[in-house]
């Protein structure tokens, strides 16, 4: 076996690309947004792509997906942030391009999952 290949795959593993999308955001916790509708001091921030949001829309969040961050990030409102994603890659990516442009995310939500029974696993 060539060298070679072992060293690539721990050079692929260990890109920031791979971090950035599979590796757990920390420090933000899992919530319904259910109980966050009526808190108008937390913005939800909805990151699904227009094609995927338009056919199950959230009342009341603000819908930027994570395509859009790097050139519109300057809309989202400065108040602390629930992202609502339809995977944990979204939502890796999107707290992490939040992050790092100075906003607060305290917490998430994944529309694929039933939040009632995520809520009772943890």
């Known amino acids: 076996m060539s060298i ?3 060293i690539a795959l721990l050079t692929f593993a260990g890109s920031n690309g791979f971090y950035k999308r599979y ?7 899992h919530d319904c947004v259910d109980n966050l509708k009526e808190n108008a001091d937390i913005l939800l921030l909805d990151v699904r792509a227009y094609n995927i949001s338009y056919k199950d829309p959230v009342d009341g969040a603000f819908e930027l997906p994570v395509a859009y961050f790097l050139r519109s990030y300057e809309e989202i409102p400065d ?5 609502i994603a339809s995977d944990e890659m979204e939502k890796n990516m999107a707290v992490r391009l939040l992050r790092k442009k100075g906003k607060i995310v305290v917490s998430y939500s994944l529309t694929e ?3 009632g029974e995520r809520m009772l696993a943890h």
């Open 23 to 29: 590796v757990t955001a920390k420090g933000v916790k």
């Open 4 to 6: 070679g290949i072992p």
């Open 79 to 83: 108040r602390p942030i629930h992202v």
């Open 113 to 115: 999952e039933d939040c």
